[in-house]
C-alpha cells in the first residue's frame, strides 16, 4: 500500500548537511524529508550531462538523525 500523504521538507537540515559534507559540483538542489521521528532522508541533486544532455540525478543521498540542533548521518550513498 502506497502512502500518498506529501513528506514535508526541511531546509535548516539542508543546511545543516551541506554544511557538514559542502556542496558538490554542480550543485543543483538538497531535500530533506522527515521520514519518521527524528529520522530524515537527506538527498542532494546535481546537474549531470550524458552524451550532450542535461539532466539532473541524486548524487548523494544520506539517512540521517536531527534532534533540533545536531544532525548525525546514520547511513550514506553516492554514485
Not at 535548516?12 to 557538514?20: D, H, Q, R, T
Not at 532522508?41 to 540525478?57: A, C, D, L, M, W
Amino acid at each position: 500500500m502506497q502512502n500518498d500523504k506529501k513528506i514535508p521538507e526541511s531546509k535548516e537540515v539542508c543546511n545543516k548537511i551541506l554544511k557538514i559534507v559542502g556542496k558538490p559540483e554542480n550543485f543543483l538542489m538538497c531535500k530533506a524529508m522527515n521520514v519518521y521521528d527524528d529520522k530524515y532522508r537527506i538527498n542532494i541533486y546535481t546537474k549531470r550531462f550524458v552524451e550532450g544532455i542535461e539532466g539532473r540525478s541524486i548524487t548523494q543521498s544520506y539517512f540521517c538523525r536531527y534532534d533540533g540542533n545536531n544532525l548525525k548521518i546514520i547511513n550514506r550513498s553516492s554514485t
